[in-house]
């Protein structure tokens, strides 16, 4: 009842910039956390950046000082600004959200994800 719906990869050369977008829809009460992650070939999903409802940020060590992550709230909706990217930062991004959603009588909270977006840097 909870959709995860991501855009804006692509393949860009070192150096340049994306910007993803994640959308959150369906039967939602609330959403906390909500993040990206990403996942290379051969490697395990690692966490990118997260923001909490109050604007709260954390980022990987890799990304800092070159990510961006930002959020509304209203609009249910998450952006990664992502600049001088290098060939490393090549992997399938995963939007993630922390959703209390509207189900009554017990609105249960789950942990959704979208379907991916591949984002490849080349050197």
């Known amino acids: 009842q909870v959709q995860l719906v991501e855009s804006g990869g692509g393949l860009v050369q070192a150096g340049g910039s994306l910007r993803l977008s994640c959308a959150a829809s369906g039967r939602i009460f609330s959403i906390s956390d909500m993040g990206w992650y990403r996942q290379a070939p051969g490697k395990q999903r690692e966490l990118v950046a997260v923001?909490?409802?109050?604007?709260?940020?954390n980022y990987a060590d890799s990304v800092k000082g070159r990510f961006t992550i930002s959020r509304d709230n209203a609009k249910n909706a998450v952006w990664l600004q992502m600049n001088n990217l290098k060939p490393e930062d090549t992997a399938v991004y995963y939007c993630?959200?922390?959703?209390?959603?509207?189900?009554?009588?017990?609105?249960?909270?789950?942990?959704?994800w979208g379907q991916g977006t591949q984002v490849t840097v080349s050197s």
């Open positions: 993630n959200a922390d959703v209390v959603a509207r189900i009554p009588p017990i609105n249960p909270r789950g942990d959704y």
């Open positions: 923001i909490t409802s109050g604007g709260t940020t």
